[in-house]
């Protein structure tokens, strides 16, 4: 029975996943969570008190995935730039991600404060990844730096969403270069 039970809650994720890329946050709602799982609305709820539980559950399952593939992109490289830039790219990749900006959009709207919380400590903990190639490149303030390379990655969403939105010129990978080309001329001096 329990396995069921989380393969029902996996089935409703999923539906989730992809309501929230195909519609946006308009689209994630009881009705449409049953019909893509052919479960009664009324058994949703039996899993999902609202909407912003649904959104808190991705949250917490699909965050630390997006946290190793952006570590694993880390890892894969030689130099301790190298593993910036893996930062940044990965993160910029990640913000592309039309479901992982409708998560992060809702996210911002619809859950307590408690649950904001919670994904700003995820959020810290990707941070903390950056923390050691600072070191590595002989930084004297390696956290600050990285709290501070965070604001560049942000910033370069902001204008890559600006972009995707028509309103500017600059195109996603010109505009990840700039962030990784910032980050590490930026970084560089002690």
């Not at 709820?45 to 593939?69: I, N």
């Not at 993160?91 to 994904?119: F, K, M, T, Y």
């Amino acid at each position: 029975m329990a396995e069921h039970r989380q393969q029902q809650r996996a089935a409703l994720l999923d539906a989730a996943r992809t309501l929230l890329t195909a519609g946006g946050m308009e689209a994630l709602t009881f009705p449409a969570l049953a019909a893509r799982t052919g479960l009664a609305r009324s058994s949703v709820y039996e899993y999902f008190r609202s909407r912003a539980a649904v959104v808190e559950a991705l949250c917490e399952v699909d965050f630390p995935l997006w946290a190793a593939e952006i570590e694993a992109g880390m890892e894969s490289c030689d130099t301790a730039a190298g593993r910036i830039e893996a930062y940044v790219r990965g993160q910029l990749a990640l913000a592309g991600d039309p479901r992982h900006r409708a998560v992060v959009a809702i996210s911002a709207l619809e859950l307590d404060e408690a649950a904001r919380e919670r994904i700003r400590a995820a959020h810290r903990n990707l941070v903390g990844l950056v923390v050691q190639a600072l070191e590595d490149l002989g930084h004297e303030g390696p956290r600050l730096a990285a709290a501070l390379l965070q604001g560049i990655v942000e910033a370069a969403v902001r204008q890559a969403e600006q972009s995707a939105a028509g309103g500017c010129a600059e195109s996603p990978d010109a505009i990840a270069d700039a962030a990784v080309a910032l980050a590490l001329r930026g970084l560089d001096r002690r």
